[in-house]
């Protein structure tokens, strides 16, 4: 009879196995023992010590590649890589899934105090070892080819439009496949857990609508408008006079055909252009501007010349109302799987740094709404409908794209349950001239 110890250092052939060399190797790392059960490509298996195979996740590590690109990119990047290549998996087993594998580790991390920890030499030339042995040591592989390659001068105008295209020009079937109706990606407004995810939707539009204080025949400017949600709601449901400015050419298609198939021409024009270009002329302010989660793609330097631009274009006294992510730490961007394979150049701050950049911007806070928990069930709703729409997804785009978005989701709804992220609607008004902003107000 063998133990957990045995079995964990042999392949299926009884010979020694990598799993047992990689976890001894890996322990000066982690602070201790390897906190998953670990199968690797010579089918041999580890199991931490003081519990059953099903008290941990499974990760399989089905190449040496996925072990090469840890020690070219230790930590997020490199598994993040092996992850979308599926050079690493984490198996739906034992009611372990991608989410709960991944709260098991970050717990571990915090308990084991791992962020920030100093790795001694000897640690690292036992790695560097372990890896000759397994026969991992060897040349970078290749960035995955869903990996985001943007160049240029940090946010340029041709750069920006290079890392909106990325993301959002993907292919508007695919986000419809995972968007509800009004294609709203951006935080919903949930009432109770079990509102629909369309229903959310249309709640944070009618909640933007009424906080900006929308009425017909006033005109306004939306910065950044996606796929439309927020302007089409607004002219077809307040009676706006819409302006929309994007930089992503497919969501221009989209909004287009919106717009003619609902017969809003009179109400609603979008522009291709740059939000540093949508200033209107002295005298032709709007009456209110929106810009939902477009704040994040501005950069840090260029954060007060898209605050100018939010002033300039309403008129005195007319409202503001930014949507924007919020983030504290050392990545700002997210996080290196958040920077390279979704949304390159991206920078978040908490959001009293934000409120302060734009009251230096010369605008007025009046409110700031905290909706961080809403942004759990919003990804959750996203979630399943990209799992409900899996075949379709990858007869789409392809299995590295699926499992890009997988992990994305699956983070990103953890990030925001956990604390690491929030989201927050903050309400403004250009001084200058009389609000109509109530004393009382019931948005």
């Known amino acids: 009879m063998t133990t957990t ?43 931490p010590p003081g519990g059953a195979p099903s008290d941990f996740p499974l990760v399989e590590l089905r190449s040496a590649d996925a072990v090469r690109r840890l020690l070219w990119h230790p930590g997020e990047l490199g598994a993040a890589q092996a992850y979308v290549t599926g050079e690493l998996d984490v198996p739906e087993v034992d009611g372990w899934d991608l989410d709960k594998a991944l709260t098991h580790a970050f717990a571990v991390s915090r308990e084991r105090g791992l962020s920030g920890a100093r790795i001694r030499p000897r640690a690292l030339l036992e790695a560097v070892r372990a890896a000759v042995e397994i026969g991992a040591l060897g040349k970078r592989p290749a960035d995955p080819a869903t990996q985001a390659d943007v160049k240029g001068r940090l946010h340029s105008k041709l750069r920006d439009r290079s890392a909106i295209s990325f993301h959002y020009d993907l292919s508007n079937a695919f986000y419809e496949l995972i968007l509800e109706k009004n294609m709203a990606y951006s935080c919903g407004y949930h009432a ?27 005109r306004m400017l939306d910065v950044g408008c996606g796929w439309g949600s927020l302007s089409l709601h607004a002219a077809e449901h307040f009676g706006a006079q819409v302006t929309g400015v994007t930089i992503a050419a497919e969501q221009k298609k989209f909004i287009d055909a919106r717009i003619a198939e609902r ?62 992510m919020s983030r504290s730490g050392k990545w700002p961007g997210g996080g290196p799987f958040i920077q390279s394979f979704i949304a390159p150049d991206m920078h ?43 075949e379709q997804l990858v007869a789409m785009m392809g299995e590295e794209v699926y ?23 903050i309400l403004m008004v250009r001084p200058g001239g009389p609000h109509t902003l109530p004393a009382v107000r019931d948005f």
């Open 5 to 47: 110890a045995d079995r964990s250092t042999e392949t299926s052939t009884g010979a020694p196995g990598i799993a047992h060399r990689l976890a001894e190797a890996l322990e000066p790392f982690l602070a201790g023992p390897l906190p998953v059960r670990l199968r690797c490509w010579d089918g041999s298996e580890f199991v």
């Open 263 to 324: 017969g809003l021409q009179d109400r609603v024009t979008i522009r291709l252009q740059d939000y540093r270009d949508a200033v209107p002329a002295a005298g032709q302010e709007y009456d209110a501007v929106g810009s939902l989660e477009m704040g994040e793609h501005v950069g840090q330097k260029n954060y007060p010349t898209y605050a100018r631009v939010l002033r300039e274009s309403v008129k005195p006294g007319g409202r503001v109302l930014v949507q924007q």
């Open 192 to 218: 109770t857990p079990e509102v629909s995810l369309e229903e959310a939707q249309v709640a944070k539009l009618d909640m933007v609508c009424r906080k900006l204080g929308l009425e017909p025949g006033m």
């Open 348 to 390: 978040m701050r908490p959001v009293g740094e934000t409120v302060a950049l734009l009251e230096a911007g010369g605008l007025e806070v009046r409110d700031v709404h905290a909706m961080r928990e809403h942004y759990v069930l919003t990804v959750a709703g996203w979630l399943e409908r990209f799992h409900a729409h899996r």
């Open 403 to 425: 499992r890009v978005w997988e992990l994305y989701l699956v983070g990103g709804a953890m990030a925001f349950r956990d604390g690491r992220m929030g989201v927050d609607q």
